[in-house]
């Protein structure tokens, strides 16, 4: 049978949290400066929640010949449950003048519903990240209905499509599946405006449809707001940035730090995206995951960073 939706009010994290998505290896452009990271929600978010001090499993994909990317993960005790796959993820992120144009040369082999349920028993909360469409087996969003951990649920790559290797915004058909799925959702204001026309509705009813409790919606350097069901649209103000160093990876970092924030600290959801917009400012600045994410020159990774 599968388990009843639980309540984001009654919900806790005590156990351990579950982060599902590519572990990704990343050449990040910003203007004239070229960054090789360890990326994906794994990275980033996985990260921010054991700074946190929580129990962390990465839900994730790589080809061996690249397994030592994991490194960065198991070293800040993220434990890993892997699956075979004959490539990595990668992905080229152009900035400039604040824009982002990706690409994706290579993909892995899709996240299975037997990876996260040999660990479904140290969870209470599921983070899926997918970082495009196939980046999780679409049935894993069906199968999670039998887990009692609560799901969150950032949307971005279920808003893309990959297009002889080019990065295009789309609704992908595994959408539906993924917001049923979960209680909490992110996304950033153009990926909710693409979702609400192929929807056709608004946020409320988007909401009321697939019975989500808190829309977390950011917008960058203006801020954000977080649809609640119960206590309305409630606005945040953005956190001042420094210097941009590298913005790749923030929205993960916020995400994770609201949901510790709500689930974890118990804290309202305004005040909860206070404490996330904080911690992406860092990031974007380079004061929080900007350098642990950075893949070595070293003998050992040559074959990685000459690929």
């Not at 209470?124 to 970082?131: A, F, I, T, W």
């Not at 290797?165 to 996304?187: D, F, W, Y």
């Not at 019975?211 to 960058?220: P, Q, Y």
């Not at 956190?239 to 709500?262: C, E, K, L, N, Q």
């Amino acid at each position: 049978m599968p388990s009843a939706r639980l309540s984001v009010n009654a919900a806790a994290i005590n156990r351990g949290i579950a982060v599902v998505g590519s572990t990704t290896i990343d050449r990040n452009i910003i203007g004239r400066t070229v960054h090789l990271k360890i990326g994906g929600v794994t990275a980033y978010a996985g990260l921010t929640y054991r700074r946190h001090g929580l129990n962390t499993w990465a839900v994730t994909n790589v080809a061996q010949a690249d397994a030592l990317i994991l490194d960065v993960l198991t070293q800040n005790g993220i434990r890993i449950a892997g699956g075979p796959s004959a490539f990595t993820t990668r992905f080229i992120n152009r900035v400039e003048s604040g824009h982002r144009r990706q690409e994706a040369p290579s993909l892995a082999a899709p996240v299975v519903y037997a990876q996260l349920a040999a660990h479904a028993a140290e969870v209470d909360c599921v983070h899926l990240g997918p970082l495009h469409p196939d980046d999780i087996d679409p049935r894993l969003f069906e199968q999670l209905s039998y887990l009692p951990a609560l799901k969150v649920l950032d949307v971005q790559g279920l808003v893309r499509k990959i297009d002889a290797g080019r990065v295009e915004p789309a609704v992908s058909e595994h959408l539906a599946a993924a917001l049923e799925a979960a209680e909490i959702v992110k996304s950033d204001k153009d990926e909710l405006f693409l979702i609400l026309n192929a929807f056709g509705t608004s946020v409320e009813g988007l909401m009321g449809r697939f019975k989500i409790s808190e829309w977390v919606m950011t917008s960058g350097s203006c801020g954000g707001c977080i649809h609640t069901t119960g206590l309305g649209r409630q606005p945040y103000a953005p956190a001042p940035i420094s210097a941009v160093m590298d913005p790749t990876g923030a929205g993960d970092v916020f995400f994770a730090a609201y949901i510790v924030a709500r689930l974890w600290n118990r804290k309202e959801p305004a005040e909860a995206a206070r404490h996330a917009a904080n911690l992406a400012a860092d990031h974007i600045a380079g004061r929080y995951l900007g350098n642990l994410c950075i893949i070595p020159r070293s003998k050992n990774f040559m074959s990685i960073l000459g690929t």
